[in-house]
């Protein structure tokens, strides 16, 4: 079972971080305007988050870019709501009234992540939006347009380079030095960094944790072409922390204080060279223990699945047995009554969708079917289970031959 600290998500603040919120600090004591981009995956959500945080109150806002929603409602609602306002009353009334709120809470500054999936009116309405706080509050908002992207390519220029009116008043708000700005990934040495900071978050479960060791080997495997297709030569945290806590929880569930590198070779492999490989899931599916060993070649799997299937043909022939064993139980018993009863509280309807028909007594075990009355199941006392031979049928075949019993009983 993983560890619940393999599912908690950790904030670290890496150089990247520190450059990335370096730029939105900027932006929110110069009040400028900036369109900033790094790869997907590199932890700019987390930053924001952290920097909201860090800021408190409603200093700064930052909401995330209205998916599959072209209206300008969809960006305004979510401003209302980071604001704490409730959606109360039409658009065209509560639209006038936004800037007057961001001004009465003292917000300096907007935050858009995933602004690549703004469209033309969420940036009209953006650009409609700071120039009423300029020209009525004298209110200035710095706007920071937090955007994925590999590359040299640029989010949202195109729109900014069309020669209408409306962007070309939009782009001259755009710092004059940095209206585009990349935030750069992780270089080799700010790989070890966070690999150190990595060993102290896990120290509790590995004592001897030294992952700084294959610092170089796990820089080399996550600027392959297939993560690092523009061949920056840098490392998104995504694939950092995907690489690491995979490794940590291999490692922790075979009981290893320390990782290994056939460890670290097994899950470049896999994540890394074979990340685009399709797994066909079959059977039992992830997370179920069976009883088959690891290594089982698919022969013998076809073999187990043939002896099941023999299997359930036997139990088909064998229940019309059960059910004269389990008659032959109640009628001849010469062992006294069980003297368990009991009375249990339930819900009617959920006993009724449960489909659950039959109730092993807790003492003696046997086995009865029982009908709810006035809310509550009664278990009366009864003969005692008649002792007998050890059944060598498989257990999924007992408890397929139990509900054919049932059913023959309720039929």
Not at 170 to 193: I, Q, Y
Not at 220 to 240: C, I, K
Not at 284 to 295: E, F, K, L, M, R
Request: charge should be neutral.
């Amino acid at each position: 079972m993983t560890h619940p600290l393999f599912r908690k998500e950790i904030f670290v603040e890496t150089a990247f971080e520190k450059r990335f919120q370096a730029m939105l600090r900027s932006a929110w004591h110069k009040r400028s305007w900036h369109v900033i981009v790094a790869d997907p995956g590199s932890g700019k959500t987390m930053g924001i988050r952290d920097m909201v945080k860090t800021a408190g109150s409603r200093t700064i806002l930052a909401v995330t870019a209205p998916k599959n929603n072209e209206e300008e409602q969809a960006l305004g609602d979510q401003l209302f709501t980071a604001l704490g306002i409730p959606l109360r009353g039409q658009w065209r009334t509560r639209k006038p009234k936004l800037m007057g709120h961001l001004h009465q809470y003292g917000t300096q500054c907007l935050i858009v992540d995933d602004a690549h999936d703004l469209s033309l009116e969420h940036l009209m309405f953006i650009k409609e939006l700071t120039d009423q706080g300029r020209l009525q509050y004298d209110h200035p908002l710095g706007l920071c347009l937090v955007a994925a992207g590999r590359g040299n390519t640029i989010p949202l220029k195109e729109i900014l380079d069309q020669p209408e009116t409306t962007w070309l008043q939009f782009r001259r708000r755009l710092d004059k030095l940095e209206p585009f700005c990349r935030v750069a990934g992780h270089t080799s040495e700010e790989v070890r960094d966070i690999l150190a900071t990595l060993e102290t978050v896990y120290r509790e479960l590995f004592p001897q944790l030294n992952l700084r060791q294959w610092g170089s080997s796990i820089y080399t495997w996550l600027t392959q072409p297939v993560l690092d297709p523009t061949h920056s030569g840098r490392v998104t945290m995504d694939y950092l922390m995907k690489f690491v806590t995979t490794t940590l929880e291999w490692s922790y569930a075979a009981g290893d204080t320390e990782v290994g590198a056939e460890t670290l070779e097994k899950a470049a492999s896999l994540l890394v060279l074979r990340r685009d490989t399709l797994w066909i899931i079959d059977g039992a599916g992830p997370d179920v223990i069976t009883s088959q060993p690891a290594s089982a070649e698919p022969e013998s799997a076809n073999g187990t699945e043939r002896e099941r299937e023999t299997g359930r043909d036997r139990s088909q022939q064998n229940t019309t047995k059960t059910v004269e064993t389990v008659e032959e139980q109640e009628q001849t018993n010469p062992s006294p009554n069980c003297t368990f009863s009991g009375v249990v509280s339930i819900d009617l309807n959920v006993f009724q969708e449960s489909l659950v028909l039959l109730v092993e007594c807790p003492d003696c075990g046997r086995t009865r079917t029982l009908s709810p009355s006035k809310g509550v199941l009664r278990f009366r006392p009864h003969s005692k289970r008649k002792i007998s031979a050890p059944n060598t049928m498989p257990r999924w075949a007992q408890c397929e031959t139990i509900w054919e019993v049932v059913r023959g009983e309720t039929g």
